[in-house]
């Protein structure tokens, strides 16, 4: 059975930084493509970034310079480093393995407010 699972989301004021991090089991992880996604009230889940098997990396336009995604295939987990927090980065964030199916994590919040 497939899992992934989040952890590291809080509150935090802006400026502020938080390491989230994703631990999969069930799947061979360093094949997969992994992506961290996430979705703001009322709005469409969206790419935040991604990581390849080969550690190439995507960022949304609005994350550049600011977040850091990484994996380490010997822990099976993907993290999400992210700095300079903004207001309009408050959402849950989700995990994403993709190969031949994709999963999904359960979630975790992130606020970001003074």
């Known amino acids: 059975q497939v899992q992934l699972v989040e952890s590291g989301g809080g509150l935090v ?19 997969h493509i992994m992506g961290w996604y ?9 790419l935040v970034a991604h990581i390849n098997s080969g550690g190439s990396t995507n960022y949304a336009d609005s994350v550049k310079g600011r977040f850091t995604i990484s994996r380490d295939n010997a822990k099976n987990t993907v993290y999400l480093q992210m700095n300079n927090l903004k207001p309009e980065d408050t959402a849950v964030y989700y995990c994403n393995a993709r190969w031949s199916a994709a999963h999904w994590g359960q979630g975790t919040q992130v606020t970001v407010s003074s």
Request: contains cysteine.
């Open 13 to 31: 004021q802006p400026g502020g930084s938080l390491r989230l991090s994703c631990a999969a089991s069930g799947i061979i992880f360093s094949i």
């Open 38 to 46: 996430r979705q703001a009230p009322g709005k469409q889940r969206e």
